[in-house]
């Protein structure tokens, strides 16, 4: 008997597959809504965690951050989470630990750097470098 979609492993999906972002019930706008309250399917990236294999993180530190959004605009996992233009954070649910919001915050020190995975929060904002002066 064939399992539900949801319960498969994605080494059991038949090649060529669809896997839909969306449940089919959608009746508004999804630029309009924030993707915490749009109606994601059960089979949906977003709704399962895919971070899990990720051994380096980005560690955000808002004392230094400008908000500029670099990080949110290149980030090529949606990972950085925006609100009204203020940067508030990264979700390790998806993040993959690619490190390019590091290579793209202009701040000294930056605002976001890579860790260990093993390294909590408060260990990595206790680690932060000081300002570098020109020439050093
Ligand atoms: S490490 Fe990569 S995936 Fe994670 S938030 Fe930064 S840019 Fe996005
Ligand atoms: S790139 Fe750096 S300074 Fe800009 S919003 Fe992201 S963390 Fe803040």
Redesign the pocket.
């Known amino acids: 008997m064939n399992k539900p979609i949801s319960e498969m492993g994605w080494d059991e999906l038949v090649p060529g597959a669809a896997l839909y972002t969306f449940d089919g019930s959608i009746d508004y706008n999804i630029a309009e809504i924030q993707p915490e309250d749009r109606k994601y399917s059960e089979t949906s990236s977003k709704s399962m965690s895919v971070?899990d294999w990720?051994v380096?993180?980005?560690v955000w530190n808002s004392e230094t951050c400008i908000d500029c959004q670099n990080?949110w605009i290149?980030?090529?996992?949606?990972?950085?989470i925006a609100r009204n233009k203020e940067m508030k954070g990264?979700?390790?649910e998806?993040?993959?630990?690619?490190?390019?919001?590091?290579?793209?915050c202009p701040t000294n020190p930056k605002s976001?750097l890579?860790f260990n995975e093993f390294v909590t929060v408060e260990e990595a904002l206790s680690q932060w470098p000081v300002k570098q002066k020109k020439g050093e």
Request: hydrophobic share 30%.
């Open positions: 971070g990720r380096i993180k980005p990080c290149f980030c090529p996992d949606t990972s950085i990264v979700d390790y998806h993040c993959k630990g690619c490190g390019l919001c590091v290579s793209v976001l890579m």
